[in-house]
């Protein structure tokens, strides 16, 4: 999906249209809920981490809203890290962890933060 994202957005761009892709980290569904819940204490530090699916909403909503999102077309983002960017806070004004501190990954391709 990074290299799909990479290659609409040259594509489109003379449309003015932006394309992302966007790493998310552990959304909190319900089925996620459940999963939680049957293991005892288990899993409980997944909660701690997980991002409600209202919190992704509101990260794409932002980027939507953003005048300047063609600086970012062809990109992966990390929804965690874009969050911080625009000021968005999950529940209770919880900031989940950007999925690459948290699992040591880096993107393919990744460009670099644009607000390190």
């Not at 003379?14 to 996620?32: D, I, Q």
């Amino acid at each position: 999906m990074d290299k799909f994202a990479a290659d609409m957005a040259v594509d489109f761009r003379p449309f003015g249209v932006a394309a992302v892709s966007l790493w998310m980290g552990a959304v909190l569904t319900e089925r996620l809920q459940n999963i939680i819940a049957a293991a005892d204490g288990g899993l409980a530090h997944i909660e701690a981490v997980a991002e409600t699916p209202e919190f992704t909403g509101q990260v794409i909503a932002a980027l939507y809203d953003d005048p300047d999102l063609l600086a970012r077309s062809g990109r992966t983002l990390i929804g965690a890290e874009v969050a911080r960017d625009y000021g968005i806070a999950d529940r209770d004004g919880r900031q989940p962890p950007s999925f690459r501190d948290l699992m040591q990954v880096e993107p393919a391709h990744y460009q670099g933060r644009l607000n390190p």
